[in-house]
């Protein structure tokens, strides 16, 4: 905010004070809202809301399809996916301007004022209002050079014994969950990794040069599996697909350019994400 902080804690002192209540309980360690103090906070929320759905009318993003749209998105999926999709938006719609976000961590919609998101895995209970647009299967592959060398595994189980590579990532839970056909009983491997790694684009790599098996979103390594670089394996074991939603904050009124983009955009990634449900 570039605000000293002296002069915020004068501010919310002398708002207290005219309201006649504690917003902000303060310990030696933290600071944390009162019940009034949140109550305030969301009430500030939606008059500011407000005003801002207002501004935005009044310089006619209700009426025609103009000014900035912001978007979030996981990286490799924004870059591959995403990205060409915008370009194509763009060069219909030249009164419309975007601003891309590009990361694998989830952002608040609301706080950093974003349009729409792009989002992998369920979602909450919120008030957002997702479109879901298709589904990444969680596959485990190796290097055909490593399949060689150590044998293809027949259940998740031999995994334990086997080198990997984990991904340890927002999208992907540490834990190797598979699901038995025969039973439907969902099992964890314990996995005791020779390296960890905090990039997808990481443990691919490692995964190409055949330093072990690896666990990943499919789209992570479609790329690698269609040079034939990396194998599949243990795909009567996968779990339920990850679900990819298109999420945006509900509005009583869509501004235009957050329609037209939905509009153009979701049957386009449907296409895109459909090849990622299908059996390998």
Known sequence: MNVPVATLTRKVTDLEEQLG???????????????????????????????????????????????ELAITTPVRLGRLYVLPEIMNFLALFP???????????????????????????RLPDSNMIATRIGAFRTVVCASPALLRERGVPRTPAELARLPCVMYNGPMLSPDWTFRYPDTGLLVTVPISPRLQVSSADSAVDAAVRG?????????????????????????????????????????????????????FVTPRLRESFSRFTKSA
């Open 21 to 67: 209540t504690r917003l902000l309980m303060r310990t030696t360690r933290k600071l944390s809202l009162t019940d009034a103090g949140l109550a305030y906070a969301v009430t500030a929320r939606q008059i500011l809301d407000l005003v801002s759905e207002q501004e935005r009318e009044a310089t006619g993003e209700f009426t025609a399809p103009r000014g």
């Open 95 to 121: 009164e419309i301007d975007v601003k891309l976000t590009q990361s694998d961590r989830n952002v608040d919609l609301v706080d950093t004022h974003v349009d729409v998101a792009v989002r992998i895995g």
């Open 211 to 263: 330093f072990g098996f690896t666990q990943l979103l499919h789209y992570h390594v479609a790329e690698a599996i269609d040079a034939g670089e990396l194998e599949i394996i243990l795909d009567a074991f996968e779990v339920d697909p990850v679900p990819i939603q298109l999420v945006h904050v509900f509005r009583s009124v869509m501004p235009l350019k957050l329609r037209r983009f939905l509009d």
